[in-house]
């Protein structure tokens, strides 16, 4: 799943740039990708358009300098070394209130529990990249980093 979305942040200037889910899915296994992979990477995708829809109206809400407290189901899915790049990025000013939840609900659906640090950032990449955030250059090139060739499938 985590090629398929760092093939997609590749190829796809933004997400309307992508074909739709069908077209999509015969792109994609054209070129190379198992059908398994492609289902999940494109079930992750639904996934965050409908997280992102219900959290519209988290982002309207005017920034504070409030505290995010994670539920010990969220440090047990997310584990500490994500929750703290998490909050380094919230910290940073890279990643605000409303996507830092569609990044922790999107996490929490991946199939891994402690999600790992690498595909944390592949996550947070396409959060980023679903909202068309900019993204200053030097946080782009942490999350792209060469660690996704070793993930494991």
């Excluded at 070129?31 to 992979?37: I, L, P, S």
């Excluded at 900019?134 to 980093?145: G, I, M, P, Q, S």
Aim: charged content about 20%.
């Amino acid at each position: 799943m985590y090629d398929i979305l760092v093939y997609l942040f590749e190829n796809y200037y933004t997400p309307q740039a992508c074909p739709d889910a069908d077209v999509l899915a015969h792109k994609l296994a054209a070129v190379g990708f198992e059908h398994e992979d492609i289902d999940e990477a494109l079930g992750w995708l639904y996934g965050l358009a409908q997280t992102t829809e219900h959290c519209v109206q988290l982002s309207q809400v005017p920034q504070t300098n409030s505290t995010r407290v994670y539920t010990d189901h969220e440090y047990q899915s997310l584990g500490t070394e994500a929750i703290g790049f998490i909050s380094f990025l919230e910290g940073s000013g890279v990643l605000p209130a409303a996507l830092r939840e569609i990044l922790i609900e999107r996490a929490e659906a991946a199939a891994e529990s402690p999600i790992p640090l690498e595909k944390l950032k592949i996550l947070t990449l396409m959060v980023l990249w679903s909202q068309e955030a900019e993204v200053d250059h030097l946080v782009l090139e942490e999350l792209l980093t060469d660690e996704h060739t070793r993930l494991s499938h």
